[in-house]
C-alpha cells in the first residue's frame, strides 16, 4: 500500500523458553523493542492514515499494563505458579481459555519466542486501531520486535480477503 507510517515502543521484560533447551531454559530479561506500521491505499480527510499519537498511546498503555517488567511465559511452564505467589507480574502464551482478557490475543502461541511476542502485538496493534479514526483500508502491515541487538522477528498480518 502507497501511504505507511511507523511507531515504536520499548519494554523490559522478562521470558523463559524452557522447549528450546540450552540457555533459554533460563529466566532471562531483555530491553525489548517494537515498531508497527500502519498502513492504508488513501490518506484519510486529515490527510493522515492515522493520527500518530492516538496509536501510540494505545499501544503504550496495552503494552505498559501487560508486558512491562512483566516474566510472559508459556502456559505450560511450572515457574507461572512461584512468580504469581511472589506478587510477580506474568503474561501467559497459549492459555486455552484464558480468565485474563490480554492474553487471548496469545491464544495459539504456546511459548514467548520472539515471533510469538511480534504476532501477540500485531493482534494487539489491530485491536487498538479498529478503536480509532483512520483511512479507509488501513491495516496492521508489520510487527518488528527487537530482543537483543541481534535478534530481530518480523509479523506481517494476512491481508484480509
Ligand atoms: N527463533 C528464535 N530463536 C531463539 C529465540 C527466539 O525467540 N526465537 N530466543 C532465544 C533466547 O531467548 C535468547 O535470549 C537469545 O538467544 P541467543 O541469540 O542465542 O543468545 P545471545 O543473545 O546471548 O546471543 P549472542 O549473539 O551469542 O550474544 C534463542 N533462540
Given at each position: 500500500?502507497?501511504?505507511?507510517i511507523t511507531v515504536e515502543h520499548s519494554f523490559e521484560t522478562g521470558h523463559r523458553l524452557p522447549h528450546l533447551g540450552g540457555k533459554c531454559v533460563s529466566l532471562h530479561g531483555h530491553s525489548w523493542s517494537?515498531?508497527?506500521?500502519?498502513?492504508?491505499?488513501?490518506?484519510?480527510?486529515?490527510?493522515?492514515?492515522?493520527?500518530?499519537?492516538?496509536?501510540?498511546?494505545?499501544?503504550?498503555?496495552w503494552i505498559d499494563e501487560h508486558l512491562d517488567h512483566a516474566t510472559m511465559l508459556g502456559a505450560r511452564d511450572r515457574l507461572?505458579?512461584?512468580?504469581?505467589?511472589?506478587?510477580?507480574?506474568?503474561?501467559?502464551?497459549?492459555?486455552?481459555?484464558?480468565?485474563?482478557?490480554?492474553?487471548?490475543?496469545?491464544?495459539?502461541?504456546?511459548?514467548?519466542t520472539v515471533e510469538a511476542v511480534a504476532v501477540l502485538l500485531g493482534r494487539v496493534a489491530e485491536s487498538v486501531l479498529a478503536g480509532l479514526p483512520c483511512a479507509v483500508g488501513a491495516r496492521v502491515e508489520r510487527v518488528l520486535v527487537r530482543e537483543t541487538r541481534l535478534n530481530t522477528a518480523v509479523y506481517e498480518?494476512?491481508?484480509p480477503r
Open positions: 500500500m502507497p501511504h505507511k517494537a515498531a508497527v506500521t500502519v498502513s492504508a491505499p488513501e490518506l484519510s480527510p486529515e490527510v493522515t492514515v492515522v493520527e500518530f499519537g492516538a496509536l501510540k498511546v494505545g499501544l503504550r498503555r507461572i505458579e512461584p512468580l504469581l505467589a511472589e506478587g510477580s507480574r506474568v503474561f501467559c502464551f497459549g492459555v486455552e481459555r484464558p480468565a485474563d482478557v490480554a492474553e487471548q490475543f496469545a491464544y495459539g502461541l504456546p511459548w514467548p498480518p494476512p491481508v
